[in-house]
């Protein structure tokens, strides 16, 4: 399935903003579902869903005429809960693990940065 994930300078309460690579403070995915574009953000502490657009809507162009940085990319095929968490034991309840929780990733990221590194190198 098509995806974007999204990256911002979105302000944040997390006590560790201020470490984090401007730009890159806090990321969501967009998932394209063959209908809609459906957004996923857990920026509240709970992850949200929220439809966008109809799939023939160029989001990511939105969202990078907003300054946004934009890494289009797609779902990985994981056949069953228990083959994701065997993939990938350890699973961070941040914004970048719900993002690659959604994409079905495996790698160990932190921060949206590394998981912006982590997809530019799948992605090449």
């Given at each position: 399935?098509r995806?974007?994930?999204?990256f911002?300078?979105e302000p944040?309460e997390?006590?560790f903003?201020?470490?984090?690579?401007?730009?890159f403070?806090?990321?969501?995915?967009a998932?394209?579902?063959?209908e809609?574009?459906?957004?996923?953000?857990a920026?509240?502490g709970?992850p949200?869903?929220?439809?966008?657009?109809?799939?023939n809507?160029?989001?990511?162009?939105?969202?990078?005429?907003?300054?946004?940085t934009v890494v289009e990319t797609?779902?990985e095929?994981?056949q069953?809960?228990?083959?994701y968490m065997?993939?990938r034991?350890?699973i961070?309840t941040?914004?970048v693990?719900?993002?690659?929780?959604v994409?079905?990733?495996?790698?160990?990221?932190?921060?949206?940065?590394?998981?912006?590194?982590?997809?530019?190198?799948k992605n090449?």
């Amino acid at each position: 399935m098509r995806a974007i994930v999204i990256f911002t300078e979105e302000p944040s309460e997390h006590p560790f903003a201020w470490m984090l690579k401007k730009g890159f403070k806090h990321c969501f995915v967009a998932v394209d579902n063959g209908e809609h574009w459906i957004e996923i953000d857990a920026s509240t502490g709970i992850p949200t869903f929220r439809a966008m657009a109809e799939s023939n809507y160029e989001l990511a162009e939105y969202y990078r005429e907003h300054k946004m940085t934009v890494v289009e990319t797609e779902q990985e095929e994981v056949q069953t809960l228990f083959e994701y968490m065997f993939k990938r034991p350890y699973i961070f309840t941040n914004c970048v693990g719900v993002v690659q929780f959604v994409l079905g990733m495996g790698g160990f990221s932190i921060t949206p940065y590394a998981l912006y590194k982590n997809l530019m190198r799948k992605n090449k």
